[in-house]
């Protein structure tokens, strides 16, 4: 069974920095480029950012360019979100899934960022 599982969040202050995990299995992980994605409830779900299936390209909004980094284990079948200087707008439960043929959501973690 294709099964995603997030993990990594957390109460962080302003400026502080976490790392969120995603692990995937039941599909074939590194033939599978990868997005993680937020959501604050009452609001829409938004993508944060891409990586392809190699972990060569990456891709990010504009709000977390130069912040946030993407990149991959494919020997682990894990996803990784490298979160630095968060601000309070970066609050939000993080899925993580895949950029084609998306499986259903996960639980997700939650980011607060909060003083």
């Known amino acids: 069974q294709d099964q995603i599982v997030e993990s990594g969040g957390g109460l962080v202050q302003p400026g502080g920095s976490l790392r969120l995990s995603c692990v995937a299995s039941g599909f074939s992980f590194r033939s599978a480029a990868m997005r993680w994605h937020r959501q604050v409830p009452g609001k829409e779900r938004e993508w944060v950012a891409t990586i392809t299936s190699s972990g060569d390209k990456t891709d990010y909004r504009a709000s977390v360019q130069g912040r946030f980094t993407i990149s991959r284990d494919n020997t682990q079948n894990t996803v990784y979100l490298q979160m630095n200087s968060l601000k309070s707008e970066d609050t939000a439960i993080y899925y993580c899934?895949?950029?084609?043929?998306?499986?259903?959501w996960g639980q997700g973690t939650q980011v607060t960022v909060s003083s």
């Open positions: 899934n895949r950029k084609i043929f998306r499986l259903p």
